[in-house]
């Protein structure tokens, strides 16, 4: 089975501050990671994703991730928080080993309130 | 311009009065799937299909059906609506297989009452 938990609800960050979004996973293999931004009345838009290789994957719009296969965490971070970047942010996980099409498991979401 | 189409984007309907949610994408992508999110769930799958003719039951199956005739369509069908259904769905398609993004529709949200 594989599973996703994002511990924190909602993080609070004043502009201009760094921004992390926690996420951690569970799979029995290796896992293929993401992380999907939602802002309102709007679907899931890809942010970056880890396959293999470097630990620190860049993304879109400045977030980056850094994979922790010892500590199986897959945090999403962007150094210089934007008032724009509020939105809602989901982590993702697919155990290499499961056969099941491409069916991905989520975590339940990160709302992120970045202040003027 | 890529993208993934669902209708409607709203409706509120009644229990039992049977209703189909349309998606529909031009990217030419194999897979297909539907979610439902709900608060503090996230995204659960409920059907997926790896091509025409091709689908199989994600998480959360029940009380819906899909089919996939054509390549670029992929619908969910309610036969009987519950109100347990009433959430936010979206659709989603995508090239090959899990290591690949997915694209996202911008969401039907239902109200069964």
């Known amino acids: 089975a594989q599973s996703v938990a994002q511990p924190e609800d909602q993080v609070n960050v004043a502009e201009g501050n760094p921004l992390t979004v926690k996420c951690t996973y569970s799979?029995?293999?290796?896992?293929?990671l993401f992380w999907y931004v939602q802002y309102p009345n709007r679907g899931l838009q890809f942010l970056l994703k880890y396959i293999t290789g470097d630990n620190l994957v860049k993304g879109s719009y400045g977030f980056e991730a850094e994979f922790n296969k010892s500590q199986t965490s897959f945090h999403l971070k962007k150094p210089s928080a934007l008032v724009s970047d509020s939105a809602l942010y989901f982590c993702?996980?697919?155990?290499?080993?499961?056969?099941?099409?491409?069916?991905?498991?989520f975590g339940g979401g990160t709302r992120v309130m970045v202040k003027p | 311009e890529a993208q993934v189409t669902q209708n409607p984007r709203y409706l509120i309907t009644v229990t039992g009065k049977k209703l189909t949610v349309t998606c529909s994408q031009n990217?030419?992508?194999?897979?297909m799937s539907w979610y439902r999110q709900d608060p503090g769930l996230g995204l659960r799958q409920i059907y997926y299909s790896m091509n025409v003719e091709v689908t199989d039951k994600g998480d959360v199956p029940e009380g819906y059906k899909v089919s996939r005739k054509e390549k670029r369509n992929f619908p969910l069908i309610l036969e009987s609506p519950s109100p347990n259904q009433t959430s936010l769905y979206f659709c989603?398609?995508?090239f090959g297989g899990g290591r690949v993004a997915q694209h996202f529709g911008d969401g039907t949200r239902l109200s069964i009452l």
């Open positions: 989603a398609s995508s």
């Open positions: 799979v029995s293999g290796n896992p293929y």
């Open positions: 990217m030419n992508h194999e897979y």
């Open positions: 993702a996980v697919r155990d290499m080993n499961n056969n099941a099409g491409n069916m991905l498991t």
